[in-house]
């Protein structure tokens, strides 16, 4: 059984393996990069580490995320970056034997369905965000 962070973007829920989850923090003002692409929401000093956040409601939705209360920022260790969320849910475990294989958009490692909902497992990296 492996753990993965459950997390919402808009509507949908989200997860990602918790190995790769640094740190979880409360959304912050990001320092905007002139000329990026609107999926690069900014850059983060996060105790003297540069971090890219990416906002992945602009590759899911086409738009940007709208800034509640309960947004937030999950770094990531691999690769390198931070992803600017709605929500984040728990850490649940789940089952490989629970976890259907599909990749129909090209970013998703597999799809769990828990009593929490349909929580499509992504790979960050193939969000579409490269290298800036």
Do not use: W
Request: include cysteine.
């Amino acid at each position: 059984m492996n753990s993965y962070l459950s997390f919402q973007v808009q509507d949908t829920l989200l997860g990602l393996d918790i190995q790769n989850v640094l740190e979880i923090l409360p959304r912050q003002t990001l320092q905007k990069v002139p000329r990026s692409p609107e999926f690069l929401a900014g850059i983060l000093n996060v105790r003297g580490e540069a971090f890219q956040i990416f906002d992945p409601a602009v590759t899911l939705y086409g738009k940007a995320s709208d800034s509640g209360k309960s947004s937030c920022i999950i770094l990531l260790s691999s690769p390198r970056m931070g992803l600017l969320v709605d929500r984040v849910h728990d850490v649940l475990g789940i089952a490989a034997e629970n976890i259907q294989r599909t990749d129909p958009a090209g970013y998703v490692d597999g799809v769990a369905l828990e009593q929490s909902g349909t929580i499509f497992l992504i790979k960050p990296e193939k969000l579409g965000f490269g290298v800036i």
